[in-house]
């Protein structure tokens, strides 16, 4: 029986020799279905598989454990593919997810391997990953997504300061026709003083694409399948993108999760931003990204949040939050159609905190939360998430556990 090191080898030899077949084998399997060595092979065939010359194109990357020879013995190892079918070696390849084998890595592996750096869409704004941009209605969320699509697609600076590297950008306008998009490009460039929009950001004919059931899912990733060069989708809105469940007995957080989860896992695989537009509620938050609509679930599965909204003083601010970025607030300004950050926002003072700060300063000593919330009349559980939030932000220590004091 053929080993699966084998089969791997197979299936790479035929995506060399067979080059039209890349983009349904590579929609079929991913680079996880591959051992170490195969591994990063398999990325590089996908990711130039439009490529006049594959092999030289691929001895110029370096890539570990291939070189031109192995190559070329590569191409040997079954060029006719005669006797053995593609599916059989796929389902072959995915049966190992669901063996009983599962293979495990120790630490000093893992610190030992060589992981690509982060992708940056737009510098210290957009990464590789799911992110969730939500806003009140008619805030201008929808031209704060086509600005930073522009700056992509063109390079440049998004929002007049963060650097925006040069790709391909998909953008799904649930909301919008042909005549308004066109309206919104062309006084947007006029604006940067730009006289043509870029020939790589692309929408669907007539502004229509199927709501991102598995159907819609599917017709995305055969967009991306067949255009390597997108590294960034805008999904504008969620509210038109996602179909909701009627039945009885639903999960609205494990569907909200796993909805979210399904454009992660595409977007982590390809290393590209998805941006996902939704609305936040009229409720006021502590955290204001507790006002982002819907359960928790819909701000779990994403790698990164953003928030356009107003202080109070009416002023715009875009927050961003995430696992792979460092969380910060700016001041924003929307003007003919542009939005510009001003500045990076210094942390706010509410009330609340307002209230806390005076407390510890009148009695110039460390408190326990349980201190806190009884001279404060509040809960303790509030407080203790208050004091936390307090922490993070810079304005207390927490110098053991319960136990806070002002920092100076």
Partial sequence: MENKLGKELKILSYMLNH???????????????????NRELFTKICENKNSAS?????????????RRINLNNLL???QDFSNISVDSVIASLNHRKNGNTIKLVNAKELQNMEIKPITWTIENLLCEGLIV??????????????????????????LGFFQANKNSVLYLPYEDNYRRLQKRINDMLSEERINEAPSNLFIPKDCDFPKLTKEGIEQLENILNSNSDIKMVVI??????????NKRNTNPFQDEYDFGASLQKIALQRHISILLIHHTTKMKYEDGYDSILGTTGLTASPDSLMLLSKDSNKDFVLSITGRDIEEKEYSVKFQNCLWTVEGEKSKTITPEREEIISLFRQYERPL?????????????SNISQMLGKMVKDGILINEKYGEYVIKV
Avoid at 25 to 30: E, F, G, P, R, W
């Fill in 133 to 158: 941009c939500a806003g009140r209605p008619k805030i201008g969320k929808s031209f704060l997504a086509l600005n930073m699509s522009l700056a992509v697609a063109n390079g440049g600076y998004a």
């Fill in 54 to 66: 594959l092999v030289n194109d691929l001895c110029k990357l370096n890539i570990r454990n291939w």
């Fill in 76 to 78: 040997k190892v079954d």
């Fill in 19 to 37: 080059t039209d077949s890349i983009p349904e084998i590579s929609h079929k399997l991913n680079a996880d279905n591959f051992s170490d060595n």
């Fill in 368 to 380: 326990k939360t349980k201190e806190v919330a009884e001279y404060l009349g509040k809960k303790e």
């Fill in 236 to 245: 504008d809105t969620l509210g038109r993108a996602i179909v909701r469940s």
